[in-house]
């Protein structure tokens, strides 16, 4: 196994924005996944359609979709990315009571959407405490993670379940 190092340093430590422009464009695909958890009742409003602010998954999915596009304004070494697709989507799960998140982010380029993609799922996540904080303060959010990723020059990725 060869020995990984850090590309957004130089020899000195120095933060810097990878250079990607020797790399090949290829299509590259990222889904990352999320758990916000929540009282019972609270998923079952969300079901419903029933909170006072609206449409808590419409809103989620938008706020999702927006973030992953708007990605490289807030983490400062991302690329700037002509995104070719974002989906968010959400399950309702009984036990324990929430909903799982799962973006996907698609592009064909020089580098990842990973960062994308984690960062449709953790806007998304928020949104749907904002949504619901006037019935549920005790709004919780885990396991944000890749769960798979493809193209360029790494290849294939998939979590382990």
């Known amino acids: 196994m060869s020995k990984k190092t850090l590309t957004h340093l130089n020899?000195?430590?120095?933060?810097?924005?990878?250079?990607?422009?020797?790399?090949?464009?290829?299509?590259?695909?990222?889904?990352?996944?999320?758990?916000?958890?929540?009282?019972?009742?609270?998923?079952?409003?969300?079901?419903?359609?029933?909170?006072?602010?609206?449409?808590?998954?419409?809103?989620?999915?938008?706020?999702?979709?927006?973030?992953?596009?708007?990605?490289?304004?807030?983490?400062?070494?991302?690329?700037?990315?002509?995104?070719?697709q974002v989906t968010v989507d959400f399950e309702a799960v009984a036990d324990p009571p929430g909903i799982r998140v799962e973006a996907m982010a698609k592009v064909s380029g020089k580098t990842g959407v990973e960062m994308e993609a984690m960062t449709a799922v953790s806007i998304a996540c928020l949104t749907i405490y904002d949504m619901v904080k006037a019935v549920d303060r005790a709004v919780s959010f885990d396991r944000i993670r890749l769960i798979e990723k493809s193209g360029g020059k790494s290849g294939h990725f998939r979590a382990e379940k």
């Open 11 to 84: 020899e000195r430590g120095e933060a810097l924005m990878v250079d990607v422009s020797p790399k090949d464009a290829t299509e590259r695909v990222a889904v990352a996944e999320g758990f916000v958890r929540m009282e019972p009742d609270t998923l079952a409003l969300i079901e419903a359609g029933a909170a006072k602010k609206g449409d808590v998954l419409a809103t989620a999915r938008l706020a999702g979709i927006m973030a992953a596009k708007k990605t490289h304004e807030l983490i400062p070494l991302c690329h700037p990315l002509a995104l070719t």
